[in-house]
């Protein structure tokens, strides 16, 4: 396949005027403009899923919605990033998050050092409108270090790309359909028994939430390390 | 295989059957089969063979003639004799009508002047019930492969991609993209490698065209993806099926090889330089798959789950290779496209739904079945004139098309024409050709929960709207029919509805709302009833009515 040229784009975002090539994303242009739109399952690095629909903008012309972390740009894009809809939708989707499983923040590992806390903070989400759904999940800590607590999990796969496309050992997947998807590590087998985790522990530091965390941290305890974040690029390009 | 090979075929098997003085047809679809249609078609062997009768009067087993809940159905000849729930005991009767005209048992006519059959107008299943599926020599005999022959001789791929955009054919998935366009995007894609895919996975509940169309004429879905491979330049096609179908894979199967051994897939077709393989691929049973990029995912050995689009499969699909994918019915347009041209095909339908649509009539409806009827019918000579209108008398109250995607449409817009601008203005939409009807013995809550789960239960979990929104849309619509539910539910439930539909990420979260947003819509005093009065006006649901609001929230 021919390789696709690159042009540069001129576009407005939020009524700023930007500059950006034509194979940058919408998200990576506002960044460089300093321009914030809320993400979940993106990590810079991995590969973008679009798959929370927190970073979700308006382009004029198109009456759909557009992921802003997987929609290129384009020259004469108009992009709204903060709108009474999209803040309403956003609002609705992290309440969906903390309705879907279990976070009690007070108990979490992760407590103060949450993605999913800290963006609520950001919103203004402070209470949920909807029921909780509060299914039986199981805490995994078969792993000697780690430990994997299904109630947290908000299905980011993070830890799946990160584990697959980083360190190689794709020990990570997904099994089951709607909310009764799960992260699983080999096939549904526990962690401690993995044949294929390398221990690397790069799932745990990416996972935005308690739901991965190392062992012998008590809430609020488990803070993310993620120095080695900087390097996901590098460490693909070596890959290739 | 050349075309005078082609030719000698169809005239040789119309010369054989025309040495029998009767032909008598049975339905060896899947509904028919059901119901033992395979028994009557032996007893009416074994009996001809008894009376020595053989060599003058064949019996054949064809494809679905349409009018499922009668069957086993069985025709004679040109259809002027039709029987209705035959059993193989009544293979003799049979057998004396046509050879000697005797009348038949009562309880076994069918009357062939139905408006059922006579209200049709046939494209797609025209030969659905005239050949005998398992035959390439029948479907060569009824002018098969003739188009694949034409274009791949006489046609360059624009001239082809011209007949269709000229027809007007828009995608018979349910999206109603313009076919014609969708081609010209794949022709244009750079890429030395190209697929065509046929999308069978179809899973709307109460629809069976597809795997009618599949059981009743495999090849000629064989042709149209032939046709299209050579149009856009693709030499590998897949048909992605799901495994629940297995007549359907079965006949599809025996097609392929007849028309591997008969030079009409394969290399060099019709001794030219065009090659083109195809592969059934199964489907392990998720509704989710029938959306491209899932069914793609999936193809390719991946969990099915949709993936965000640009780039179209038109650029960029199976393998990053331009992809071609269309629905079977789509395909089975084609040739007759080809063979009679764009412009005949356009001269059908409306002004911007071109040509024919076949629906699955079901539900509260008297003639249940396969229907194909010209765009731009109306929705009361569906169901009142082809579909015989509602048993027992009852009171229509709605009629729902496009399965879980699409709305339900009220009395008052039953005049409004099929076709997939009017569907869409009223909040449904034209779907795949699926189209349930409801009477007042149908609680509307109750269907617009019903939906809800099919919803969530085959949403892929990729994405948080559809995820968590249609489980919490769900639960609302059950808190309604059991009368827990207060005035904030609804509110919730109109917030919902509006998020989910703008924010998923692929078509089933995307139109997940609309059976509920339909239901809100025209028929709000049914959800009054439940929730102020804990009353179920059709007596569905058994609501029980509580003091106090449920509490919501935290």
Known sequence: MNKPTIEICTLIIENLECGGRSDQTI???????????????????????????????????????Q?????????????????????????????????????????????GHCDLQALAQKLGVNH????????????????PRFIADHNRCILCT????????????????????????????????????????????????????????EKGQAAGEMLKRRTFLPYLNMMREVGR | MNQDDLANIAAQTKESENRYDHVIKVCVAAGCLSANA?????????????????????????GCMGLCAAGPLVAADTNEKMFQAVTPADASAIIDTVMDDKPAPPAIVMDSQLDFFTGQKKIVLENSGEIDPERIEDYIAADGYEALFHVITKLKPLGVIEQVTKSGLRGRGGAGFPTGLKWTTVYKASGTQKYVICNADEGDPGAFMDRSVLESDPHRVLEGMAIAAYAVGANKGFIYCRAEYPLAVKRLRIAIRQAESNGLLGMNIGDTHFDFKVEIRLGAGAFVCGEETALIASIEGGRGTPRPRPPFPAQSGLWNAP????????????????????????????????????FALAGRVNNTGLIEVPMGITLRDIIFKLGGGIPEGRKFKAVQSGGPSGGCV????????VDYDSLASVGSIMGSGGMIVMDETSCMVDVAK???????????????????????????????????????????????????????????????????????????????????????????????KVEEEAEVGV
């Open chain 1, 67 to 111: 992921p802003a972390c997987v929609t290129k740009v384009q020259e004469g894009m108009e992009v709204t990033v903060n709108s009474e809809r999209l803040a309403e939708y956003r609002k609705l989707t992290l309440e969906m998050l903390f309705s879907e499983r279990n976070h009690i923040c007070s108990v979490c590992v992760t407590n």
């Open chain 1, 158 to 213: 993070r830890c799946i790309r990160v584990c697959a496309e980083i360190e190689g050992a794709h020990t990570w997947d997904l099994m089951g359909r709607g909310t009764k998807a799960r992260v699983i590590t080999d096939l549904n087998r526990p962690w401690g028994e993995s044949e294929s985790c390398t221990g690397c522990g790069k799932c745990v530091q990416v996972c935005p939430t308690g739901a991965l965390s």
């Open chain 2, 38 to 62: 395979d028994q009557v078609k032996t007893q009416l062997e074994s009996e001809l063979k008894q009376r020595g009768l053989e060599t003058c009067c064949k019996v054949k087993g064809v």
């Open chain 2, 323 to 358: 992809t071609l994918i269309n629905n079977v019915e789509t395909f089975a347009n084609i040739a007759p496209i080809i063979r009679r041209g764009g412009d005949w095909y356009a001269s059908i339908g409306t002004d911007k739904s071109k040509g024919t649509k076949v």
């Open chain 2, 410 to 417: 009220p009395e008052q817009f039953l005049d409004i024409p």
């Open chain 1, 128 to 143: 949920i409108t909807m029921p909780y759904i509060h299914p039986h999940s199981h805490v995994d800590a078969s792993h």
């Open chain 2, 450 to 544: 019903f939906f809800m789960d099919f919803c969530m239960s085959e949403s892929c979990g990729k994405c948080v709207p559809c995820r968590v929104g249609t489980t919490q849309m769900h639960n609302i619509l059950e808190r309604i029919s059991e009368g827990k539910a207060g005035s904030k539910d609804l509110d919730l439930l109109h917030r919902l509805t509006g998020m989910v539909k703008a924010a998923s990420l692929c078509g089933l979260g995307q139109t997940a709302p609309n059976p509920t947003l339909t239901t809100l819509r025209y028929f709000m005093d049914e959800y009054r009833a439940h929730i102020e009065e804990g009353r179920c006006p059709a007596g569905i649901c058994h609501p029980v």
């Open chain 1, 27 to 65: 998200l990576e242009v506002a960044e460089e403009y300093g321009i914030f739109i809320p993400t979940l399952c993106r990590l810079s690095g991995l590969s973008n899923i679009g798959a929370c629909r927190m970073c979700m903008v308006e382009v004029k012309g198109n009456n759909k919605l």
